[in-house]
């Protein structure tokens, strides 16, 4: 309508209308222009969002209440008919975890125009209970917003995690967290002691408590122990009521041994909920911990090496019935609490007449009652070259005990046993036992043919020889068949011996190249040895063999069977030097630690190089 004539108008009414009927045309005008104004001022300020069925994007959920078991799993669907796929924005989610998603794309002809359609599908893990909201999933097309409506959903609490059958454990005497009320996931540490002594053991505890499932296992990061030796302990879960949730709590736990006096500072230690391409990670810390280590008292007995703790001692010998010059075993196992993998060597009894080898040692480590506890067996190989009956003295322990704050001292019982000769085989027996080996080559109805006639009864027979009876029938065969046996083992006694020297021909030049590869000494092999490593691969074997081979032609007289002393008189009336004498008992000790004691990285190459020497250096001494 033309200003001019709406203005006639309005004055026309004016004129012929109740100023009553003005007022409320005044206020209908004034009505409607405010709610313009407003209709104005909210497509201002309301974002460009597109909803409704004819919007691009549509989100939807598999249901509307759940458990924290269950997975949700929300759909959304993008349709463009540009040639580019438009990606979908997913707002921040408050409870709910990105687990995995999919995407699926549909390619269809509409109205002569090619449509896309591109499917995400997430998988989201409820976090907490309660009413969670989905916020409004957006994409932008032709730079253009456009968003599906919010969704919200019902939570409810699930079953609780349950212990993994390789860790679950009973549950231990604990006080709940304070904080732990409305939690789902809750991290907490502890030690059991906080005023240990140097080398006390103290049990670190870090706690992780979670109410729902995790469908991606966490990762946590233990402090920095400084001044402190540490052993891994096993993990330990278990189901833990507090008010109406049950939680499972996974324990992580180090056994610690301070190593020094003061105030020792454990640092907070970490826990990590992994995050995602959609979320970030979450992160979870524990209080710091303080221990204030106490000195051990100044009054350590004698023979007192570090040991701290609570433990038994015990020992043995096998065989108890030994033969001399062989190893036996001389066992010490120390049992109880306490750093089980550091503990130092007892104080092992001086053993008079015995030659012991180095120590092993071996280990096993539990939890018992919370606390580490093992036993460490320590293993002496020994050997005696008197015989009779014998008695080890007790193996003694000190240590300091934290409970009592005393050194203690224990002791294993006295061990008794005999020492026996080398079983040497009776000549007589012996003999008896290879003839008893010899098969009867005669059957008796033949032997019965050689027995005597009588001369009383009956005259002899002139014919005799030509007769029936005649030993020759019986002879002659057994002639042939030995005439034969010889013939035909004289080949194979040939080939055998061919063969046999070929085999020692290799074996010779084998040994050469061996030699020459570990750069044994540059001088020509001495027989003794040469002669010993041909018949033995065991070096230390052949050491032994060469060095009692060459002495019992020196001494004139076996010298297997001797003992140490015996055997260092004989040689110096022999004349020789006190020097080489003790080399030959060092290299005999060695042959015989390489051979009953724990193996050497060489294999015994080294030893065979002294070995040389000195049979070269006794062949100038004693001029052979």
Not at 443 to 456: D, H, K, L, Q, R
Not at 595 to 620: M, S, V, Y
């Amino acid at each position: 309508m033309p200003l001019v004539r709406y203005l006639e108008v309005e004055g026309d009414y004016l004129k012929n209308h109740s100023p009553q009927e003005k007022n409320i045309r005044h206020k209908v005008r004034l009505f409607i222009y405010m709610l313009g104004l407003l209709l104005v001022l909210s497509l201002i300020a309301s974002p460009p969002y597109v909803y409704g069925q004819d919007s691009p994007i549509l989100a939807s959920l598999n249901a509307s209440e759940f458990t924290t078991d269950d997975l949700v799993i929300l759909t959304v669907s993008v349709v463009d008919d540009s040639p580019q796929q438009p990606r979908p924005i997913l707002p921040p989610l408050d409870g709910l975890a990105v687990i995995d998603f999919d995407i699926a794309t549909n390619v269809s002809m509409v109205h002569g125009k090619i449509q896309t359609e591109v499917v995400y599908t997430y998988q989201l893990q409820p976090r907490r209970t309660g009413v969670l909201v989905i916020p409004p999933v957006t994409v932008e097309i032709d730079d253009q917003t456009f968003a599906a409506p919010p969704l919200s959903i019902t939570v409810s609490p699930g079953s609780p995690p349950v212990p993994s059958p390789g860790n679950a454990a009973p549950v231990p005497n604990i006080a709940p967290p304070l904080d732990i009320e409305g939690q789902d996931f809750f991290v907490e540490s502890a030690v059991d002691l906080a005023t240990p002594y140097v080398g006390q053991q103290v049990v670190y505890t870090f706690r992780f408590y979670q109410a729902i499932k995790l469908y991606q296992p966490p990762q946590h990061e233990m402090p920095i122990f400084a001044g402190l030796d540490t052993i891994g302990l096993p993990v330990q879960q278990y189901n833990l009521a507090i008010g109406s949730r049950t939680y499972l709590v996974t324990e992580i736990r180090m056994a610690l041994f301070p190593k020094t006096a003061g105030n020792i500072r454990i640092g907070p230690a970490q826990l990590v909920l992994p995050g995602n391409y959609f979320e970030e990670p979450v992160e979870f810390y524990t209080g710091p911990a303080t221990l204030q280590v106490k000195a051990l008292p100044d009054n350590a007995p004698a023979g007192f090496n570090g040991a701290v703790g609570q433990y038994q001692i015990e020992a043995w010998y096998s065989p108890q019935i030994a033969v001399v010059n062989q190893p036996g075993t001389f066992s010490v196992a120390v049992s109880g609490t306490g750093n089980i993998n550091t503990l130092p060597e007892p104080i092992w009894p001086n053993l008079s007449g015995w030659r012991p080898y180095d120590s092993q040692t071996n280990a096993t480590i539990e939890m018992r009652d919370g606390r580490m506890v093992g036993t460490r067996i320590y293993e002496r190989l020994i050997m005696s070259d008197k015989v009779g009956d014998f008695i080890i003295p007790p193996t003694k322990l000190v240590y300091f005990d934290p409970s009592l704050g005393e050194y203690q001292t224990i002791s294993t019982k006295s061990l008794s046993g005999r020492i026996i000769p080398a079983p040497t085989p009776d000549p007589a027996a012996a003999t008896a036992a290879a003839l008893a080996a010899i098969p009867t080559a005669t059957p008796v109805s033949i032997a019965n043919s050689f027995s005597t006639p009588s001369f009383g009864s009956q005259p002899v027979n002139p014919t005799f020889l030509g007769s029936s009876e005649s030993p020759w029938r019986v002879i002659l065969p057994m002639g042939i068949v030995l005439f034969w046996a010889i013939c035909g083992a004289i080949p194979v006694a040939v080939v055998a011996g061919a063969g046999g020297y070929w085999l020692w021909q290799k074996r010779q030049q084998q040994l050469e190249a061996e030699a020459e590869t570990l750069q044994l000494p540059s001088q020509k092999t001495h027989p003794a040895l040469a002669k010993a490593l041909a018949g033995s691969s065991d070096n230390y074997k052949a050491v032994s063999r060469a060095l009692h081979t060459y002495l019992g032609e020196v001494l004139g007289t076996p010298t297997k069977g001797l003992t140490q002393t015996d055997l260092a008189n004989r040689l110096q009336q022999r004349g020789l030097a006190k020097s080489l004498i003790n080399r030959i008992k060092d290299c005999l000790a060695e042959s015989e630690m390489g051979r009953f004691g724990p193996g050497l990285d060489d294999a015994g190459w080294g030893l065979l190089t002294k070995t040389e020497e000195l049979l070269f250096e006794l062949d100038e001494a004693l001029k052979q």
